[in-house]
């Protein structure tokens, strides 16, 4: 019944992509889930919640491969490093240089000030504390509401500019258990987002049910060994900003939850790649 009246209420028509609208990624093998040279470029605007890291740069990637104009959105909420805020520079700069036929597509980048985020939580993201894991099973690092924030904050741009989706690159599969990255967490707000600003606002995440050797895998197909070099060497990840230490899956401490998901995932991905 809340479908039926969302659609009612929006005058959503069956050409109008659904506000329950889930990752493409979730029924097909990875061999059919990079889709777009099946057919034309979708004339849709995206916005991209850009950070810096692996996977939001995996899902620019997969945004430039598919929409006819892409913006990025990142937010300085006073987490306790600039790396990313720096390396998302250096990414977009590289893209636009070494992909032609999306640097055509990517449009504005926008940074916002949330420093009052930063102010109401104490987290290992945001104080100089030791990354353990609490009591409710979440680790130190999750910083309560953040991604409501950003996708809320987004949602008001895209609105604004005429964008009609917005692109995020949580994970259920191997993430960290942050509950504002789960699948149901955001299908809820795209309904709320899409409610209140009285317009369709799908939410798309492309990793939502990849692993992180699929979101390797992905970014190969997107953009070959280009983009798979571009991601080890310039994107971060590192929960503590370590740029100095340089492995074969990127920059990183290396002992972090952010970096072992990141090793493990680059591991099983070259693994599969050398079988």
């Given at each position: 019944?809340?479908k ?10 069956k ?12 029924m097909?093998?990875?061999k059919?889930?990079?889709l777009s ?8 605007k ?7 890291g692996?996977?939001?740069t995996?899902c ?7 929409y006819s104009?892409?913006e990025t ?6 987490q ?5 805020l ?7 700069g590289?893209?636009?240089?070494k992909?032609p036929?999306?640097?055509?597509r990517?449009g ?6 949330l420093a ?29 509401a ?9 949602s ?6 005429g ?8 994970c259920?599969t ?16 795209q309904?709320?987002m899409?409610l ?5 606002m ?17 970014a190969?197909?997107?953009g ?8 080890r060497?310039?994107t ?7 740029r100095?230490?340089l492995?074969?899956?990127?920059y990183g ?14 591991e ?7 079988a």
């Amino acid at each position: 019944m809340l479908k039926q009246h969302v659609r009612i209420t929006l005058g959503i028509d069956k050409q109008t992509p659904s506000l329950f609208h889930s990752s493409p990624f979730r029924m097909a093998p990875l061999k059919q889930r990079h889709l777009s040279k099946m057919g034309k470029i979708m004339e849709r605007k995206a916005l991209v919640l850009f950070s810096g890291g692996q996977d939001s740069t995996t899902c620019l990637a997969w945004a430039l491969d598919r929409y006819s104009h892409v913006e990025t959105i990142s937010f300085d909420y006073g987490q306790r490093h600039s790396v990313e805020l720096e390396c998302r520079k250096v990414v977009l700069g590289q893209i636009r240089a070494k992909f032609p036929s999306w640097a055509a597509r990517l449009g504005a980048d926008h940074i916002l000030d949330l420093a009052s985020l930063g102010q109401i939580s104490d987290t290992a993201l945001t104080q100089e504390q030791e990354i353990v894991f609490e009591k409710s099973g979440l680790p130190s690092t999750f910083v309560p509401a953040r991604n409501l924030l950003f996708f809320t904050y987004a949602s008001a741009v895209a609105y604004r500019r005429g964008l009609t989706a917005l692109v995020g690159g949580m994970c259920e599969t191997d993430y960290s258990g942050y509950p504002d990255c789960r699948d149901n967490t955001l299908k809820a707000l795209q309904v709320a987002m899409s409610l209140g600003l009285d317009a369709p606002m799908v939410v798309e995440t492309p990793l939502m049910w990849l692993d992180k050797a699929q979101t390797w895998k992905l970014a190969e197909q997107l953009g070959g060994q280009p983009l798979i070099d571009l991601i080890r060497a310039e994107t971060h990840t590192c929960y503590l900003g370590d740029r100095t230490h340089l492995h074969s899956w990127g920059y990183g401490c290396g002992e972090c939850p952010a970096c072992e998901l990141r090793r493990n995932g680059h591991e099983a991905y070259t693994r599969t790649t050398a079988a």
